[in-house]
């Protein structure tokens, strides 16, 4: 390699790693609800820092590294979503801001969403004011007819956004897929619905300035790649028997979520760390064996006990990659 070209490189590794390290910064401070395990050391009840950072990968992006070891079945952290919302056939019977399952389910199909408890309610007041203004049975058919979730996560953030509860960028840390024509075709399709929702509603045309092509294609290329389908586990015997029922039935998602520290797990089909929900939409990451400090922390996104030339395809159609671990390359 030439000096010059050796020169460019060193710049932009370092100036890379800067914005890394920014990054990473900004990943773990700024989401200050992802927390970590206790903090033995100095106030038992207050949660440390998580025992992670997100480096580079040689060769699947950005990835979390544990900074120290981590035993097997321990809590590496929780997450707060950045957004969720319930699925479809979901939403009269969970929580509509954390997706826990409800005692009573609402009677009417066209009552309004419920609250489990009135901090849910507070919290998600305001942009809840911004959603329940709108009428959403077309673009809630649309969806419904496509089979799509993801736009459903975009109508909220809007709302989110519209409200001044979330930033327009809050999702644009994260990596997006690649998009084909006819994806982003579609796509226009359901914007001119979200829009139309909106402005039917009086939002003006000032409050959807944001709602753009380009912030619609661009939020759902990264919510393609980043969101994971919300299974409560819950607690109880009972609640075991009920998730193995609504396996059966293909019902055991409450909904979508998108969360900021858990979108920087890359995959594994043999991992050594996984994500559950137990009550509600904030995740846990915990640790599926001992984790040396220093190793990289992997999710599997995918139903590991298929078989390799279906997790292949699987993994490249929807996540845009070729898996190469271990496993993959011993083609089990
Ligand atoms: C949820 S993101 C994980 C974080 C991502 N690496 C980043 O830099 O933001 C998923 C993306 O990471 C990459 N990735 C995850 N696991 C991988 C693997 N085992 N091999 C190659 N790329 C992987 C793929 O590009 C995938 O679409």
């Not at 033995?40 to 900074?67: C, H, M, Q, W, Y």
């Not at 004011?129 to 089979?147: N, P, T």
């Not at 519209?162 to 796509?187: H, V």
């Not at 193995?244 to 089909?269: I, Q, R, T």
Request: include cysteine.
């Amino acid at each position: 390699m030439s000096t010059s070209a050796l020169a460019r490189t060193s710049r932009w590794v370092s100036r890379s790693k800067t914005l890394l390290h920014f990054q990473t910064k900004l990943i773990l401070t700024s989401f200050s609800t992802d927390t970590g395990t206790a903090d033995k050391d100095n106030d038992p009840g207050r949660p440390g820092p998580p025992p992670i950072r997100v480096l580079l990968t040689e060769s699947a992006g950005r990835g979390v590294f544990a900074t120290r070891r981590i035993g097997a079945g321990e809590l590496i952290h929780t997450a707060k979503p950045v957004v969720v919302h319930p699925s479809l056939s979901k939403t009269h019977s969970v929580c509509y801001f954390c997706l826990r399952n409800l005692k009573t389910t609402c009677q009417s199909q066209t009552e309004a969403v419920q609250f489990c408890n009135e901090e849910c309610e507070e919290q998600s007041k305001a942009f809840y004011d911004i959603e329940k203004r709108a009428k959403w049975s077309a673009y809630d058919d649309y969806c419904r007819a496509q089979a799509l979730k993801y736009p459903l996560l975009v109508k909220r953030l809007a709302c989110m956004v519209i409200s001044g509860f979330a930033a327009a960028d809050s999702l644009d840390i994260l990596q997006p897929a690649t998009l084909s024509p006819l994806m982003i075709s579609e796509m226009v399709e359901e914007l001119g619905l979200l829009r139309s929702s909106f402005t039917k509603a009086n939002i003006t045309d000032e409050q959807i300035a944001f709602l753009t092509k380009t912030w619609y294609t661009s939020v759902l290329a990264r919510i393609r790649i980043n969101a994971f389908r919300v299974e409560l586990a819950g607690e109880s015997y009972q609640d075991l028997l009920a998730l193995a029922a609504a396996s059966v039935d293909a019902e055991a998602g409450v909904g979508n979520a998108v969360y900021m520290l858990p979108s920087f797990y890359n995959h594994d089909c043999d991992p050594n760390a996984h994500i559950l929900w137990i009550q509600n939409a904030e995740a846990r990451l915990k640790a599926l064996r001992d984790v040396e400090e220093g190793e990289e922390l992997r999710i599997c996104y995918i139903d590991a006990s298929m078989g390799h030339d279906a997790r292949q395809t699987l993994l490249s159609k929807g996540f845009g990659f070729q898996c190469n671990c271990l496993r993959c390359l011993s083609r089990d």
